[in-house]
């Protein structure tokens, strides 16, 4: 398992921007790049939701659609990177929910929550009207 810890989330106005920011670190000292990264959400009251999965070397992505065109996740991994990024633009109040980060060693399928082992504590993004 791999240690992820959030940041960047915060209250921002409709069709505003925000960087979210995981940072990996892993007790077993296995290199950042040999995880598979997803982007999850939840919403008041909704279930827990994929917005994007990321492959190892990040060349293979995944959105949902609701997503595309206006959020964007890329990945460090060069040496000693252990960072992941999440760019987010054209806020609507939708977009209301905790953002986690995950992390899988091998995850066939992006948006089934299982096949990720480790989760951070989940970064809170409001977007108002």
């Known amino acids: 398992q791999v240690t992820l810890v959030e940041s960047g989330g915060g209250l921002v106005q409709a069709g505003g921007s925000r960087r979210l920011v995981c940072v990996a670190s892993?007790?077993?000292?296995?290199?950042?790049?040999?995880?598979?990264m997803g982007w999850f959400r939840q919403a008041p009251g909704k279930e827990r939701e994929i917005v994007v999965g990321c492959s190892k070397t990040g060349h293979s992505t995944s959105y949902i659609d609701d997503v595309k065109g206006r959020f964007a996740i890329s990945r460090d991994n060069t040496a000693n990177a252990n960072t992941i990024y999440f760019q987010l633009a054209r806020l609507k109040p939708e977009d209301t929910a905790v953002y986690y980060c995950?992390?899988?060693?091998?995850?066939?399928?992006?948006?089934?929550?299982?096949?990720?082992?480790?989760w951070g504590q989940g970064t809170q993004v409001t977007v108002s009207t």
């Open positions: 995950a992390a899988g060693r091998d995850v066939s399928h992006f948006a089934a929550p299982e096949e990720y082992d480790s």
């Open positions: 892993s007790p077993t000292h296995k290199p950042y790049n040999s995880y598979d």
